[in-house]
Antibody, heavy 119, light 110 residues
Framework: QMQLVESGGGVVQPGTSLRLSCAAS????????MHWVRQAPGKGLEWVAV????????YYADSVKGRFTISRDNSKNTLYLQMNSLRVEDTAMYYC????????????WGQGTMVTVSS | QTVVTQEPSFSVSPGGTVTLTCGLS?????????PSWYQQTPGQAPRMLIY???TRSSGVPDRFSGSILGNKAALTITGAQADDESDYYC??????????FGGGTKLTVL
C-alpha cells in the first residue's frame, strides 16, 4: 500500500540543525510533488515547503525561508527537510505529504516525526 | 500577509447538517484557489476529504461535500455521525508555489 514514513525528529537546542527524512513506498515516488507540513502542539496545520517531482522547483513558507531546505533523492524514494538555525517556534510534528497529481492538494500523509527545539 | 479563516468551533446534532467555511482575510475564495479539506482526529495524521473545491477523495462518504458559498469555500456534512467529531482544515493554493492552511474548525457532534 502507499505509505510515507518520516524519521529524524528529536530534541535539539536553539540555533542547531536537524535533517528529517520521509521514505515513500507503494507508488512511483519520482512522479509526484511532495510537501512538508508541520503542526505545533495543540495548534493547526502549517504548510512548510514543496518540491516538484523532478526537484526543478522548490517553494517555502516565509516562516522557514532561508533556514530550511527541501530536497529529494528519487533513486532512494526519499524526501528530506534540512532545518538550520532552529528556533523554539519550530517545535512541531512534521508531516510529509504527497501532492495529488495535477491537483493542489495533499492526498497521502505520513504519521509525522516530532521536533522539539528547547534549551 | 493573507490569512485563511475558519470557524474555531462548531457543534452539530447527530443526523444534522453542518457547513464549515474557509475564507480569506482579504478577498474572496474561488475555484482558482483549489480549496481542499482535511479531517484530523487526535493523534492522527490528516486525511484528505475534498480537493479542487468539490471532488471527494476515494473512500470518503458522500455525506461530505464541498462547494463555494458566497465568497468562501464550504464543507458540508449532511447526516452527521458521531465519528465525524474531528478537527477540519481547509487549504488554499495561493499561487506561485505557496499553500496556506486555515486555522481549523473543531467539530463537536452532540
Amino acid at each position: 500500500q502507499m505509505q510515507l514514513v518520516e524519521s529524524g525528529g528529536g530534541v535539539v537546542q536553539p540555533g542547531t540543525s536537524l535533517r528529517l527524512s520521509c521514505a515513500a513506498s507503494g507508488f512511483t515516488f519520482s512522479t509526484f510533488g511532495m510537501h512538508w507540513v508541520r503542526q505545533a502542539p495543540g495548534k493547526g496545520l502549517e504548510w512548510v515547503a514543496v518540491i516538484w517531482s523532478d526537484a526543478s522547483n522548490k517553494y517555502y513558507a516565509d516562516s522557514v525561508k532561508g533556514r530550511f531546505t527541501i530536497s529529494r533523492d528519487n533513486s532512494k524514494n526519499t524526501l528530506y527537510l534540512q532545518m538550520n538555525s532552529l528556533r523554539v517556534e519550530d517545535t512541531a510534528m512534521y508531516y510529509c505529504a504527497r501532492r495529488l497529481t495535477g491537483q493542489s492538494a495533499f492526498d497521502i500523509w505520513g504519521q509525522g516525526t516530532m521536533v522539539t527545539v528547547s534549551s | 500577509q493573507t490569512v485563511v479563516t475558519q470557524e474555531p468551533s462548531f457543534s452539530v446534532s447527530p443526523g444534522g447538517t453542518v457547513t464549515l467555511t474557509c475564507g480569506l482575510s482579504s478577498g474572496s475564495v474561488s475555484n482558482t484557489y483549489y480549496p481542499s479539506w482535511y479531517q484530523q482526529t487526535p493523534g492522527q495524521a490528516p486525511r484528505m476529504l475534498i480537493y479542487s473545491t468539490n471532488t471527494r477523495s476515494s473512500g470518503v462518504p458522500d455525506r461530505f461535500s464541498g462547494s463555494i458559498l458566497g465568497n468562501k469555500a464550504a464543507l458540508t456534512i449532511t447526516g452527521a455521525q458521531a465519528d465525524d467529531e474531528s478537527d477540519y482544515y481547509c487549504a488554499l493554493y495561493m499561487g506561485s508555489g505557496i499553500w496556506v492552511f486555515g486555522g481549523g474548525t473543531k467539530l463537536t457532534v452532540l
